[in-house]
């Protein structure tokens, strides 16, 4: 005589499978899937130097601005206008406003945006203290602008002056 096992009742669900399984998806996208972190952009500027790769290459002395935007979430590019800040007088002025620029992000590193264009001439032999400055925006993969703003920080002297004549 076969003997029989009844499942027990515990193991029995009282809810339709799809039903559950559409919850669990319903509840993942609703608290982290469907949002992942919070877009957040940054823009570092380093502080404006005397460019020797310039004057090596292209035999010309120049103060030289590089700017980097990195986000924690793949961004598409970054457009930002800069400018280079110097002490006259006593007083903060500005040395020279630079155009708007843009720099794409790439495939190896879809989260950094880096601008290696931002140069102007100067004239050795006058040390000036120079401070550097950036403010645009980074358009995300998703389409979504954020705000971006940064300085080198303090001013720091160069052998190079910016407008000498």
Known sequence: MPITISKPILLMPKVPGVFVIGLLAAQFLLFQGGNGP????????ERPHH???????????AIKLNVTSTCNVPQDYTRI???IQKIENNREVVAHNFS??????????PETAVF???FINCVPGVEVAYKGFAKGYVLLKNGEKI???????NYEATDCEIGAQ
Request: proline content about 2%.
């Open 51 to 61: 460019s020797t790769s310039l004057k090596e290459s292209q035999k010309f002395d």
């Open 100 to 109: 708007s620029r843009v720099a794409a992000s790439t495939v190896k590193s």
């Open 38 to 45: 919070d877009p957040k952009c940054r823009v570092s500027v």
């Open 116 to 118: 290696k264009n931002i």
């Open 81 to 83: 206008t800069a400018q």
């Open 147 to 153: 705000k971006v703003v940064g300085t080198s920080g």
